[in-house]
């Protein structure tokens, strides 16, 4: 069965530095991964997506993940962390023909002055 | 651009009473996917609609129903509410085009509270 798990609930990072959210998958087919955020009281909007094309993916506000087959992982990065940054972020994996996402847990990224 | 409308935003019920929540995708979107989050949790799909065909099935009690119009909207109906089904409830839509690569883009939610 295809899962997500993402390695700590609660990331504290100071407005500058590395942003680093970790996600590792489980599949026994190659996976469509997503990053999605939430915003406080906000929808789910989508930060990237890996597609099983170019296993660096670029999204949205600057923020960067990178697909490891050897690794299962797909752990999201920013370089400059922003206090705008402060959300909920949620890994993804698509699941079936119905392309239904199952989440992670999340991580509860906290930028602090 | 236009996005994912949900309606009503916030509901307030009490046990036992029955709730509709409605979905209205975005213009061309075909496919429809209900999902629900509990304080503090992850998303838990619940149900999906293709071309107003159920498509896939989750975690959805069955005192919970759903069905996509032709117009491409969706309403989740939900009965004998019980406290625990307090969350927020998203709904996403997809075109067909995407389905395998699957963005869906999701609506701000309906906060259900059930007192």
């Known amino acids: 069965a295809q899962s997500v798990t993402q390695l700590g609930s609660h990331v504290s990072v100071s407005e500058g530095a590395l942003v680093l959210l970790r996600c590792n998958y489980s599949?026994?087919?190659?996976?469509?991964l997503f990053w999605y955020v939430q915003y406080p009281n906000q929808g789910l909007q989508l930060l990237l997506k890996?597609?099983?094309?170019?296993?660096l993916v670029k999204g949205i506000n600057g923020f960067e993940a990178e697909f490891k087959k050897s690794e299962t992982s797909f752990h999201l990065t920013k370089p400059s962390a922003h206090m705008s940054d402060a959300a909920e972020y949620f890994c993804a994996v698509s699941l079936g023909n119905t392309g239904k996402l199952i989440f992670g847990q999340g991580t509860t990224l906290q930028v602090k002055p | 651009a236009a996005g994912v409308i949900q309606s009503p935003r916030h509901l307030i019920k009490e046990k036992r009473e029955t709730a509709t929540l409605k979905c209205y995708p975005i213009p061309r979107h075909d496919t429809v996917y209900w999902y629900q989050q509990g304080p503090g949790q992850d998303p838990q799909f619940l149900i999906s609609f293709y071309e107003k065909m159920q498509s896939d099935k989750g975690s959805i009690p069955d005192r919970f129903s759903a069905q996509q119009f032709s117009d491409y909207h969706s309403e989740l109906n939900m009965s004998s509410l019980e406290l625990g089904d307090s969350a927020l409830y998203f709904c996403?839509?997809?075109?067909?085009?995407?389905?395998?690569?699957?963005?869906?883009?999701f609506g701000p939610g309906t906060r259900l509270t059930v007192l």
């Open positions: 890996y597609t099983s094309a170019a296993t």
């Open positions: 599949s026994s087919v190659p996976p469509y």
């Open positions: 996403a839509s997809s075109y067909p085009s995407t389905l395998l690569t699957n963005e869906q883009f």
